[in-house]
């Protein structure tokens, strides 16, 4: 996986509340046994009519925007299912980083195992920097993992949270099972306790 | 201290806790399907990892297959190829598979209760949202992306952080004509798509208590539309019955054992959940969609909002763009609306008790003139017993097609899809643009409101029929 550490790059704003996962890509796309190649998909629909024609008036389909690498959304971004292939098609389109008052659970989890950064910020901020991203390609934001920052093209620099865990692996681009398999001991403890102590369990053999 | 149902299933499988809070929690059950998986052995296989559980999974396929004859290849190139990937990946891996022509195989979440996989107390993870379906077991239930499927599958744990109470109780005996589908859509009304974000739900209240295991999947399988990651009923009498006998189950002594177990798991008296809502069933009626998620649901004797009352400038676009799509005029009336495709069928609906519930309905009526209507059993074993009952008989004689299990028209990646502009009645859990086909208009009910809707050729007030 690719670290995160610092970006600066065009944002584009998305001034959409409940955002799903079928927007972002629709299952149709969903029938592919690979990672990438999704970004021609994203936002299918918003961004293309039923010809497969451009729709201009869609805010990736401009420029500086068909560059951006950096999504301004509205609340409960990528709710809906778990496809992963949400992410896949952003980070593929080029977007490392979405900025949003909150995210849907799967999807929140699933930005991070991709090297993708979700920014939770109040509302009024992300109207702010709606603002900002509307100003187009000689108003880039910065975002800087280390500091938990992200900077205005005002110089403005606002803090955001993030898990403690989740910023070590992405700041040095960490694969977790890597890190989960550093407890296999412990995990290995688990289950002979657990085959011992809920011995009715049931073990899967399909004949 | 006391607990809640949820707390006591997470603590009974966290390995580890890390300093920051973050545990590695342990999987008993992954269940695996045809989209979500192929990265995850493709990182596997890059990684020279294997399996470290193989008897802890169980894989089958359902959103891509045709509901048709099932001994003809699949027509769609990249299906077949999804497919074809599933059983090499399932061989090469050693994963136990129910393949397409075994009568177990179905919707992911439908067999894992029905073979006695999914246990009460148990951790139960898939790459698919709607796992929450299994929370009715009272297990912890819950969909993960492809990464931590690959997670799951090399390390049987997963990294997270425990959740939020949530209690959504709900009181009083369910009207004539209102079923469980009905009371998960108006609590997902209330709370909205984001109620739930970052709590897991647990249900309660007698009208819960009271639904058979059927119901409280359904319930708990649309969890994840308000936004929770799953949802959970605590075992009970009705639970126990359930499981008894069933395939995997546990037997016996065995068995015993297992009950003993799950009657520790509810909530200890006092224990303190982070957020509340009280719902009074004697207050619902049957729920219809009129919007594009799920929040956007009306009781059928109701009308389409007025975005213009909305005061919120970002809501008011959403709702009317809504409208738009569904191409709906605010003030109208949902009863009556003309429907093209009836869809009975999904996770959310696709139990045996929903398709007696539909028959029930179709009994004696005909489908109306120009009104195409699906019923796809869950499973093979759905199908079967429905077919020992001779509901496909009274389905088939009202005119309804009666298809080979899968995900259907739930979603629109196998054959049987709305086209641009028809307009559904449809039992699964997702009205979102485009969802049952690019263009298509959904609107999320009960079996037996979609019956009614079949044989009347619009949306109706299922009450009329009775
Ligand atoms: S029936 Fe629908 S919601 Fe359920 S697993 Fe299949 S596609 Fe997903």
């Known amino acids: ?207 | 201290m006391a607990r809640t149902l949820f707390d006591k299933v997470w603590d009974a499988h966290v390995v580890e806790r890390l300093p920051d809070g973050t545990c590695v929690l342990y999987i008993d059950r992954h269940l695996v399907h045809e989209v979500t998986s192929p990265q995850a052995f493709e990182g596997l296989r890059m990684a020279g990892r294997k399996l470290r559980r193989p008897d802890a999974h169980i894989a089958v396929v359902d959103h891509n297959v045709a509901t048709s004859d099932r001994r003809l290849p699949i027509a769609e190139p990249e299906s077949r190829l999804q497919v074809e990937t599933l059983e090499a990946n399932v061989a090469e891996f050693g994963m136990p598979y129910f393949p397409l022509l075994d009568e177990r195989q179905g919707i992911v979440h439908i067999i894992g209760p029905e073979q006695g996989l999914s246990l009460p107390g148990m951790t139960i993870v898939c790459g698919d949202s709607h796992t929450s379906t299994h929370g009715a077991m009272g297990a912890l239930a819950f969909g993960i992306g492809t990464s931590e499927v690959e997670h799951v599958m090399a390390t049987q744990t997963l990294l997270q952080r425990p959740a939020k109470n949530f209690l959504v109780e709900v009181n009083g005996a369910l009207p004539v004509g209102c079923t469980a589908k009905d009371i998960v859509l108006a609590i997902i009304g209330k709370i909205g798509t984001a109620g739930g974000t970052g709590y897991v739900i647990e249900y309660a209240g007698d009208t819960i208590r009271a639904l058979d295991m059927a119901g409280r999947m359904t319930v708990c399988n649309m969890s994840i539309e308000g936004g929770a990651r799953a949802g959970m009923i605590a075992p009970d009498h009705v639970t126990f019955d359930y499981v008894r006998g069933k395939p995997f189950a546990p037997k016996g002594e065995a068995l015993d054992r297992a009950i003993a177990y799950w009657k520790t798991l509810p909530a200890d008296a006092g224990a303190v959940y982070d957020k509340h809502l009280a719902i009074d069933a004697t207050t619902l009626a049957p729920m219809v969609t009129w919007g594009t998620n799920p929040e956007a649901v009306i009781a059928i004797t109701g009308t389409v909002p007025d975005p213009a009352a909305e005061a919120d400038e970002g809501k008011r676009a959403q709702l009317a763009r809504m409208c738009e799509y569904m191409a709906l005029t605010p003030g109208q009336k949902i009863a009556d609306l003309p429907i093209d495709v009836v869809f009975i069928g999904s996770c959310t609906n696709g139990r045996i008790e929903d398709i007696r519930a539909a028959a029930a309905i179709a009994k004696g009526r005909h489908v109306a003139p120009g009104v195409r209507a699906l019923v796809v059993a869950g499973s093979g074993l759905v199908k079967a017993q429905a077919e020992s009952e001779g509901l496909d008989k009274i389905l088939l004689d009202a005119g309804f097609e009666w298809r080979e299990p899968g995900c259907s028209m739930c979603l629109g990646m196998n054959p049987d899809k709305l086209t641009p502009g028809q307009r559904s009645a449809s039992t699964s859990n997702r009205n979102f643009e485009g969802r049952q086909g690019p263009g298509g208009r959904t609107h999320l009910v009960s079996p037996a409101m979609a019956a009614a809707a079949a044989v009347t050729g619009r949306l109706v007030d299922v009450r009329e029929l009775n």
């Open chain 1, 1 to 207: 996986m690719q670290p995160f550490t610092t970006l600066t790059g065009v944002a584009a704003p998305l001034p959409l509340a409940n955002v799903d996962t079928d927007k972002i890509i629709p299952a149709r796309f969903l029938k592919t046994i690979k990672r990438s190649g999704l970004g021609v998909h994203l936002f299918d629909t918003l961004r293309f009519d039923e010809n497969g024609a451009e729709r201009p008036e869609f805010v990736l389909n401009q420029e500086p925007y068909r560059h951006a690498e950096i999504l301004i959304a509205h609340e409960n971004f990528g709710c809906g299912s778990s496809r992963e292939h949400a992410p896949w098609a952003l980070l593929d389109f080029g977007i490392r980083c979405v900025i949003a008052p909150d995210f849907a659970d799967i999807f929140h989890t699933n930005t991070f195992k991709n090297g993708i950064l979700p920014i939770k910020l109040p509302r009024e901020i992300c109207d702010q920097l709606m603002d900002d991203a509307k100003l187009g390609g000689n108003a880039r934001i910065t975002v800087d993992l280390a500091a938990q920052e992200v900077v205005r093209p005002n110089g403005e620099r606002i803090k955001f949270e993030i898990d403690p865990f989740r910023k070590h692996l992405l700041l040095n681009g960490l694969d977790d099972i890597g890190q989960t398999l550093q407890h296999t001991p412990a995990i290995d403890g688990y289950e002979a306790r657990q085959r011992a102590e809920k011995s009715w369990m049931p073990d899967i053999s399909v004949s």
